[in-house]
């Protein structure tokens, strides 16, 4: 069976460390402001650009940029750019729907990945597409039968793309549903006039509704509030069944999470595609992957239409479904190679010696642990307070200004 690759949202520095860390094949981000997560997320500068493309070649890994809005008349200058330095910084591919970007992206041999909001559903039209990309991002609306006809056909009938190679397959496996085909949704530019084909969402759909007909002023009964407001993607428990339709790429959403999330959820699903892989998949570890994946922000969990629903599962409300939460304690302040001990100024919330940690910088990444032992002024302590500066072993390197949390059980429900 091929290698699997996994790809990794990437909205910011630490995110970038994480996914790395965390054993991605891929990332892919936004740059300037034409790409889907214009508001949602950190998108790069054409300067920062080039060191995110440098560091995907440093840990051996693709990068792609999201190019993937409508363009306009007066966008052909930036995009064009954008394409330009991604060529000559070595980015690996640009994701696109805009017939424009595909275009100019052909002309100068730049490879793109045909972007989901394409709504490519079926073999004829990856056909098409396979003149322009080497990867086709195929809609969130197939089941597991459509994708495996489409990834047959492809290998059947050899369908290569402009690389020479035969066409990949890429699905996304976790995050964010929308409501709208393959989001191409134009709720907030009908009701803000903020398009969210121009990266401009408001989430018009994860707000409550009411049905009410002007007439009579009967208001009709839902038994969901939040009827437009589907429970994130999480394709892990049926992911062995989705590796067998074919398909090469696994594209995780998230662009607009924390550091922490990306270093989670890309850390199981490498460890679950490695398990289909290596034939040591079972329900056992599925029940262990889910209850780190609930850990992290999540609106709740569905197979979305992979399994043959009509419609997805409903959030219910627009909160944070997570079972944990992070909390700030500190700043890095040193680290001490030899001895492999990172000091740390609390400054906001206390720590107690067992509680679980997340240190996350621009270089580092996330690294996570457990604080086994902990020093203040060199004496053994049980609990660090605010002022105090103490000291733990970490396993791996830390940058002074690095960020340290504490990963507490949450409570309640943080819409």
């Given at each position: 069976m091929k290698k699997i690759e996994i790809m990794a949202p990437v909205g910011s520095f630490e995110a970038l460390g994480a996914a790395i860390e965390a054993g991605c094949n891929s990332v892919y981000f936004g740059v300037q402001q034409l790409n889907m997560r214009t508001r949602a997320a950190h998108n790069f500068t054409l300067e920062e650009l080039v060191e995110v493309a440098q560091r995907c070649k440093d840990a051996g890994i693709r990068s792609y940029i999201t190019l993937n809005v409508l363009l306009y008349e007066h966008d052909m200058s930036m995009m064009r750019q954008i394409i330009d330095t991604a060529k000559k910084a070595g980015i690996s591919a640009i994701i696109v729907q805009d017939m424009a970007a595909i275009q100019y992206a052909r002309e100068i041999n730049m490879p793109i990945q045909a972007s989901t909001q394409l709504s490519i559903s079926n073999f004829e039209t990856v056909k098409f597409y396979a003149q322009f990309a080497d990867t086709i991002v195929l809609?969130?609306?197939?089941?597991?039968?459509?994708?495996?006809?489409?990834?047959?056909?492809?290998?059947?009938?050899?369908?290569?793309?402009?690389?020479?190679?035969?066409?990949?397959?890429?699905?996304?496996?976790?995050?964010?549903?929308?409501?709208?085909?393959?989001?191409?949704?134009?709720?907030?530019?009908?009701?803000?006039?903020?398009?969210?084909?121009?990266?401009?969402?408001l989430q018009e759909c994860r707000r409550k509704y009411r049905i009410i007909?002007?007439?009579?002023?009967?208001?009709?009964t839902v038994d969901n509030e939040y009827v437009m407001s589907p429970k994130d993607l999480c394709a892990l428990p049926f992911i062995d069944k989705l590796i067998e339709t074919g398909v090469s790429v696994l594209k995780i959403e998230g662009r607009g999470r924390s550091p922490l999330y990306v270093s989670t959820v890309v850390r199981v699903y490498r460890e679950a595609a490695d398990a289909v892989l290596d034939g040591t998949f079972s329900q056992e570890k599925v029940d262990e992957w889910m209850k780190?994946?609930?850990?992290?922000?999540?609106?709740?969990?569905?197979?979305?239409?992979?399994?043959?629903?009509?419609?997805?599962?409903?959030?219910?409300?627009?909160?944070?479904?997570?079972?944990?939460?992070?909390i700030f304690v500190g700043n890095v302040v040193h680290y001490y190679p030899r001895v492999g001990v990172a000091e740390i100024e609390v400054q906001a919330t206390n720590l107690e010696k067992g509680e679980e940690y997340a240190i996350m910088g621009k270089i580092t990444g996330v690294l996570e642990d457990t604080v086994n032992e902990?020093?203040?002024?060199?004496?053994p302590v049980e609990k660090a307070k605010q002022g105090d500066v103490l000291t733990i072993p970490v396993r791996r390197l830390v940058h002074r200004n690095d960020k340290m949390y504490v990963i507490r059980k949450r409570s309640t429900r943080v819409a």
């Open positions: 809609a969130r609306e197939l089941d597991l039968s459509m994708m495996k006809r489409i990834c047959d056909g492809i290998e059947k009938e050899q369908i290569r793309g402009p690389s020479g190679e035969l066409v990949r397959v890429e699905v996304f496996v976790h995050g964010a549903l929308c409501i709208a085909q393959s989001g191409r949704c134009h709720m907030s530019l009908l009701q803000n006039n903020t398009s969210a084909q121009r990266g401009a969402c007909d002007d007439e009579t002023g009967k208001e009709m780190r994946l609930e850990k992290v922000y999540n609106r709740g969990f569905t197979d979305g239409y992979y399994l043959g629903r009509k419609l997805p599962e409903w959030s219910g409300d627009p909160g944070n479904h997570a079972t944990h939460e992070r902990m020093k203040v002024e060199d004496a």
